[in-house]
């Protein structure tokens, strides 16, 4: 390519009439440039042809300018006219060139008569200054033209033909060579389109489309039209934007954000949700961008996966994961809470005892046990919500729907009477309570959550409204379907809406209700999902298993008791709690001995022989399990009543730890006394 001068050009051409011939315009133009900067007036064409016709006419020309390679008439057979011309012989003659570039081509330049055969590409300065020269030796008569005689210069013609020709056939075979390759890539082109529109029109469980690089759809599947006529409700189209069927700020916001990247050649997954509010849908998508065989990006391919029920999954696990943690918290303080209530409540059954004659202080008394009591049951339900395993021995076979009979009758006078009262009118909706199969289940806790979620459906009618039920089953389920027309929710209460103190009733509420439920619901091997619009109420979906087997209640049998003083060991790192044990039992004629830790324990059971060992679970350094697996192992084991703070069935009982019988912390004394009496030694 020829490099213009932009700065210092000099005007040692100026007023020269000058011809340039090329058939490339960008030549023409640049050559024009950098001689009209000159100071010349400068004259194109682009053949030979044209080239001879301009100067036959009257403008007198000082400097003829040619590319060698051109149609109509090359550049050497326009120098042959010219030199044969008596009027035309005269004027200088340079050659450009970038293809003619051999030696055996400038010899051919100067025979036909050329002053100047020049190399592209050059310096426009050197090139210049090259014109000037020439122009001065012709004006000083210093620039001889030679007379020469093509026709009989046979070896000329001979050379000529044989550089032209073989120039035009290499021209030939390289125009060639781009047509094969042309050919080629268009072939591929078609097979990739091929193949494209193959994997487009792959099954309808496939969801697979293609936009070009102004999102409009190029191809699409059946699976991507149906998805699109269920979360949006639009019947789409080839050359039709995506864009105009995405409705919802964020829906809009995130697929602008999509496209760019992979406009810009990004290959990239993301899980995102699409959708109407009433059908949102989690969706995998995978983007690919398509290229040209440039490698220019002209538009991209998506993958897209429905991931809705996996998504569910996950959060059902981390619904049960929040649960089991806050489940391991409460339990741990729920333990050293009873440990308190325990001391507290000890020290006020032996206060009792002492002072039993004294009125007005046992009915004290009697008032501080009672709350610690109540402290002891407030410590039990702390766990109860976090409660989700299943405790199937407790379970009977039970029809769901009598339950959400019984659940309405406990209610109604909040739903019927009490509204009525206020003006408020609910409406009970029970004709899509169909016959289902029995389930294994604990009908006062199920009962417990179907009142809970009638009380919430009546919190979020405040003037009114309806409450429906609907049973059924499929396969190995039955369901339950219960929905309110009331206020509805937003996501983010939805998603909140069954974790643990969450609660949108403040302060009244105490946001344990539907966490309870949950975990009620989990432990009977069931699930719960929701669903909720703001202004247009929400709806609960509960599946639970169907019965398989019956259990059967296991009969208590009635202790045999004994009198018989006992030789007992207490093991509690509470030293309150052993005092306590201590003065409780030495006063019912027992021996007893005392001590605050497991390793004491130990050495007291390697070197006496105890009728009963009452052990403490949890102590620093040795625990109560080491100190039962060791008694368990011992040639003469020891009776073993373990005294815990861990509530309901949450005590760490391991592997290889058998006891005789468990009491709860806080405990009473007779409770105590009768497990003991009802041993046998």
């Known amino acids: 390519m020829l490099k213009i001068e932009t700065e210092n050009q000099s005007l040692q051409l100026k007023d020269r009439n000058i011809l340039i011939v090329d058939d490339i315009e960008n030549n023409l133009i640049l050559l024009e440039d950098l001689l009209t900067g000159s100071g010349s007036n400068v004259v194109t064409a682009t053949n030979g042809k044209d080239a001879l016709e301009k100067l036959h006419a009257e403008k007198k020309y000082d400097l003829i300018i040619s590319d060698i390679l051109m149609p109509v008439m090359d550049g050497f057979l326009l120098c042959k006219n010219v030199k044969r011309d008596e009027k035309l012989k005269n004027i200088p003659f340079i050659f450009t060139t970038a293809s003619f570039i051999e030696e055996k081509d400038e010899a051919l330049a100067f025979k036909f008569g050329a002053e100047k055969f020049i190399r592209k590409p050059f310096e426009p300065d050197e090139f210049i200054n090259m014109l000037q020269g020439l122009l001065e030796g012709v004006d000083d008569g210093k620039t001889e033209t030679q007379e020469i005689s093509l026709e009989d210069d046979k070896e000329v013609h001979k050379l000529y033909h044989e550089r032209l020709v073989g120039k035009l056939e290499k021209k030939v075979l390289d125009l060639e060579d781009e047509i094969a390759e042309r050919k080629r890539v268009e072939e591929a082109l078609q097979r990739s389109s091929s193949m494209l529109s193959s994997v487009i029109e792959s099954p309808d469980n496939v969801i697979i489309f293609a936009l070009d690089k102004d999102s409009n759809y190029i191809k699409f599947n059946m699976a991507h039209a149906k998805e699109m006529k269920q979360i949006y409700d639009v019947e789409i189209e080839i050359g039709e934007s995506i864009m105009t069927y995405i409705t919802g700020e964020d829906d809009r916001l995130r697929a602008k954000e999509n496209i760019k990247r992979a406009l810009n050649g990004e290959r990239f997954i993301n899980i995102e949700e699409y959708g109407l509010p009433n059908s949102r849908v989690w969706y995998e998508l995978i983007f ?17 996966t429905d991931i809705t029920e996996r998504k569910k999954m996950e959060a059902s696990l981390l619904q049960s994961e929040k649960l ?42 009697h008032i501080i046990k009672r709350a610690t009591d109540d402290g002891a049951e407030i410590s039990g339900k702390m766990l109860e919500f976090t409660k989700t395993s299943q405790d199937s021995e407790e379970y009977v076979s039970s029809d769901i729907r009598d ?105 009244e509420g105490t946001g344990l209700g539907m966490s309870m439920a949950y975990g009620i619901i989990t432990r009977h091997g069931g699930s719960v999902e929701v669903k909720s619009e703001l202004g247009k109420g929400s709806t609960f979906t509960l599946q639970f298993p169907i019965a398989t087997k019956a259990v059967s209640p296991i009969e208590a049998t009635e202790p045999e008791t004994t009198e018989k003083a006992l030789h007992i060991l207490t093991v509690d790192d509470e030293e309150a709690i052993g005092s306590m044990l201590n003065e409780v039992l030495s006063s019912s004629g027992h021996k007893v001995e005392t001590v605050d830790n497991g390793a004491d324990a130990i050495d007291l059971i390697k070197s006496e022989d105890y009728d009963l060992v009452l052990c403490d679970l949890v102590m620093p350094d040795v625990s109560g399990a080491d100190v039962i697996k060791f008694i368990n192992e011992s040639k003469k084991r020891s ?21 005789d019988f468990i009491v709860r912390k806080p405990f009473d004394f007779e409770e105590l006394i009768k497990q003991i009496d009802g041993l046998e030694f």
């Not at 690919?288 to 897209?304: A, S």
């Not at 009979?405 to 209610?411: K, M, N, P, Q």
């Not at 409406?427 to 179907?450: A, H, Q, T, W, Y």
Request: hydrophobic share 40%.
């Open 639 to 659: 009776k073993i009543g373990l005294i815990t703070g861990w509530g309901g069935k949450q005590a760490p009982i391991e592997d290889g730890m058998h006891v």
């Open 324 to 365: 089991r943690v806050a489940g391991t918290i409460t339990a741990g303080i729920s333990h050293e809470f009873n440990n308190i209530l325990a001391i507290i409540s000890g020290n006020v059954q032996l206060l009792k005892r002492k002072y039993k004659d004294h009125g007005d202080l046992t009915n004290t008394l």
């Open 288 to 304: 690919n961008p398509i290229y040209d065989n440039l490698q220019h990006v002209t538009g991209f391919t998506v993958f897209v």
């Open 403 to 507: 339950m959400i009979w019984h659940s309405l009758d406990f209610t109604k006078p909040r739903w019927k009477n009490m509204a009525q009262a206020k003006g408020i009118k609910y409406r009970i909706v029970n004709d899509g309570m169909k016959s289902v199969p029995c389930i294994m289940c604990n009908p006062v806790e199920l009962r417990e959550i179907f009142i809970n979620f009638i009380i919430n459906a009546l919190d979020a009618m405040p003037v009114g409204g309806n409450i429906s039920f609907s049973t059924w089953s499929v396969d190995d389920s039955v369901f339950v379907g219960i929905s309110d027309t009331g206020e509805g929710m937003s996501e983010d209460v939805m998603k909140n809406v069954f974790d643990p103190f969450f609660t949108t009733k403040s302060p």
